[in-house]
Nanobody, 110 residues
């Protein structure tokens, strides 16, 4: 079993930045596909981006603005979000293998 804890969310202004870490209770990130997802109120959960090894892919919604990175020594992956938009408001989840964290709320206001 793996416990995941996302944090780093909060209130940001349009155009601002946030970095959300996802800490795992054991090393799970180095050999697996890592997904970051988000779910806005009343909407389905959607993929934000993925990382496998050193390769990342991003959904169009975050391309050029979002960056996924990893620190294996800390069992942590990060989602860095720049140039935030109001439509980025959602709960953000990391998802390695079959595990999900509780998510972290990101609210972007103008």
């Amino acid at each position: 079993q793996v416990r995941l804890v996302e944090s780093g969310g909060g209130l940001a202004q349009v155009g601002g930045s946030l970095r959300c870490p996802c800490v795992a209770s054991r090393n799970i990130f180095s050999d697996n596909v890592i997904g970051w997802y988000r779910q806005a109120p009343g909407k389905q959960r959607e993929l934000v981006g993925t990382m496998l090894g050193g390769h990342t892919n991003y959904a169009d919604s975050g391309k050029g603005r979002f960056t996924i990175s990893r620190d294996n020594a800390k069992n942590t992956v990060y989602l860095k979000m720049n140039s935030l938009k109001a439509e980025d408001t959602a709960v953000y989840f990391c998802h390695p293998e079959v595990y999900w964290g509780q998510g972290t709320q990101v609210t972007v206001s103008s």
